[in-house]
């Protein structure tokens, strides 16, 4: 269609290179909008494979692709590389820390969840979260430094503290994150050390509540925590965490001594309420309209884990790659409809394509509806999917040689100890 | 050969795992003796590939191994991260940082050296060397961060100052390294960039002496620079550096506004005379005997860069990974002939099986002694000796597959900003 040249083109800002952003604004390519596209790093991250990267099967590149690469097709997609810190909803800006201040036609927010801590903040100086490529670098070099640690040491006692990891959360990042860890002990480390057992070494994780992975169906909750139990894993249910410091976890009712505990509970939306000045959904979600627009903003549509929609029996849509990439295509659909006054598409229905949860070697459990997977064959089947939905035919191809060859000898590539910071605070920690 | 149960087996001290310690702990392997390798890291590093990750072309994980999995399958050697801090000779002890002290009863000291500073130490603060993983991680994030800095710039003269890039020293790292990041701001990032031109980005060569690649035939050195020119680097020649600060540097005369220095220019051996006391050659080096033992002391190696060791015309072994190496291998023997009382090898004698450097794509210098590459066929040779030399096999399949992308697609996959502390540096410098 022929495009009003007195007429500017509309600017549609998106905020966050998740799966929502990069979704939505592909989805926009070549719609007749320019488009802006602000996240504070400048890599879109395949967050399902983050926990490969914490526990060295994986290298950061391999999951992670710039997000200016992904966009540089559509010529009317620029990419800034800032940190958000307010959205003006009367005069229609975006301030972007120490860069300025963007107009927007139309405002799309997607900047995902934080961890939650459950009012207790302070254990975020103890506890790693799994959120982003540095997490992921940051728990590979305190697992990997803790053996190292351990080699060196001649106190039984702290070498039981060093090796022994508490993962909290039982939802699929805790689990698998808990089965890695555990593998990465009993296989890949196991015949490198000659004064301590590697394979010795304990992985308790803990989960609030009475069963592991509660989205799934019991029978492959059962399924995961004999799997994990098997790789040595102890699962401790009803363990709340009640106190977590520099020297261990307390969880339901029991001290552990751990130097190196990870946090994988539940989330928490970033602040994008605060910014829009409306209420937020128990998880701090804003509440949006059925095509994911908020209320009394026809404009700003809010999408993927910061977005709280209903679902069926008014239960929020979960917090999954896939229903923010959905939303992101949804809403380029009706922004573009809105832009070339065409009819308004539908009200969003998530497509549920499945849940999947690898537990280890071999092990995983799917829950397709209709057809549940555990063992090799969901194993499989998780790996398939992975490497299909893995952005970039470069990354398809490492992994899959990773793959393979971590299959074949247990071997892990990415077992490097870089950060200076880390052997700094290694220094400071070990006793003088 | 039988071994006598009642004598203790010797016990070999190894400092450093580069490819003089690495080489000198496989040779000795099976040999009667105990092994304990200690190096400040947890990893080997193909040093010679480094500028390609400060470059984004390759991931740290690819030129790199765990030292504790290449040295796991000889059961007399165990490993040791930690930093040696002295060697006191009379106890035959070496003492490691925060861990404890290690006797020996020879010692391999296989330190490696660092970059010279020419007694300005304080330009370190402002100019990046390339020796380790972590100043190759840096050098990507000061890189990638100038463009992305760039593009949310107004100011034509903040731009021009953060994409001009000073590379100090024409040796075959300087000459890599200027190189690569010419390709990557005229090709990689080419298309990425909407406000900004990254192929207008300055890539200044600095070099102190005549020309280029010093060690090479002044043939391959003109070629160099003429294929370094066009690729858009300009080539400074008898330009000593006289300053480095925050805003630029000043060279040959002429001051450069930059943010980005890099600093490649001679080398200077670690610490280890200091440690045995004895004098230092000019660049730090400890000078050995023709079996690379240190005068007045029969059971102490140094090999690689920290030795001085004369040369046909007196002049020392170049600082190259073959001599390290080949000393490596050569201490093994020596220590193994004296251990097993069979007769001591030979003088060590360096086997030069050429040096190369890589200019950008399908461009390179390959002096082979009588053979004397360059272009195409130098650049091919390159890859294939690269690829063969570097340690593992899932190195290699990856680092194959990540060059024949490159090679065809421009791409380079490792473009990630990941460290927060980076963020930080970029905030604060940028204007309020």
Request: net charge positive; hydrophobic share 45%.
């Amino acid at each position: 269609m022929a495009v009003d040249a007195a007429r500017p083109r509309p600017r549609v800002v998106i905020v966050g290179a998740g799966f929502g952003g990069i979704n939505a604004a592909r989805g926009l390519a070549g719609c007749g909008v320019d488009i802006l596209l602000i996240d504070r790093t400048n890599h879109h991250v395949f967050q399902p494979l983050l926990y490969q990267v914490a526990t060295a099967a994986l290298a950061p590149s391999d999951i992670a692709s710039p997000v200016r690469a992904m966009l540089r097709r559509d010529r009317a997609t620029s990419v800034i590389m800032g940190e958000v810190t307010g959205v003006d909803t009367n005069r229609r800006v975006v301030t972007v820390e120490d860069t300025g201040e963007f107009t927007y036609d139309y405002l799309i927010l997607a900047t995902g969840a934080a961890y939650n801590w459950f009012g207790h903040e302070e254990w975020s100086a103890h506890a790693t979260v799994l959120k982003t490529l540095s997490n992921a670098e940051t728990i590979r070099q305190r697992l990997l430094c803790a053996f190292e640690r351990a080699e060196s040491s001649s106190d039984p006692h702290e070498i039981e503290r060093l090796l022994t990891f508490v993962v909290v959360g039982g939802g699929p990042t805790g689990v698998e994150l808990a089965g890695s860890i555990a593998e990465l002990a009993r296989f890949t480390l196991a015949r490198d050390f000659r004064h301590i057992r590697p394979q010795s070494a304990r992985v308790i994780l803990c989960e609030a509540g009475s069963r592991l992975l509660a989205e799934f169906p019991a029978t492959l909750s059962d399924y995961a925590a004999t799997a994990l139990q098997s790789l040595g894993v102890e699962v401790r249910l009803r363990a709340s965490v009640e106190q977590i410091d520099a020297a261990g976890v307390q969880a339901g009712g029991n001290r552990i001594e751990s130097e190196n505990a990870f946090w994988c509970a539940g989330t928490q939306a970033r602040p994008v309420a605060a910014w829009l000045g409306v209420d937020a959904a128990r998880n701090g979600g804003v509440k949006v309209r059925p095509d994911c627009s908020v209320p009394g903003h026809d404009e700003i549509f809010v999408i993927g884990d910061v977005a709280s929609l209903g679902y069926r029996d008014g239960r929020p849509l979960p917090g999954l790659a896939a229903v923010a990439a959905q939303q992101g295509k949804y809403v380029a659909k009706v922004i573009a409809a809105r832009v070339n006054g065409r009819r308004a598409p539908r009200p969003f229905h998530y497509r549920n394509l499945g849940t999947l949860a690898m537990i280890g070697r071999s092990r995983a459990v799917a829950d397709l509806g209709h057809i549940r997977l555990r063992g090799f064959p969901a194993w499989l089947f998780w790996s398939l999917v992975h490497l299909f939905l893995l952005a970039g035919f470069r990354n398809r191809i490492v992994v899959y040689v990773d793959w393979s060859w971590a299959w074949f000898t247990y071997g892990r590539g990415a077992r490097l100890i870089i950060g200076e910071a880390m052997l700094e605070r290694q220094k400071t920690k070990l006793p003088v």
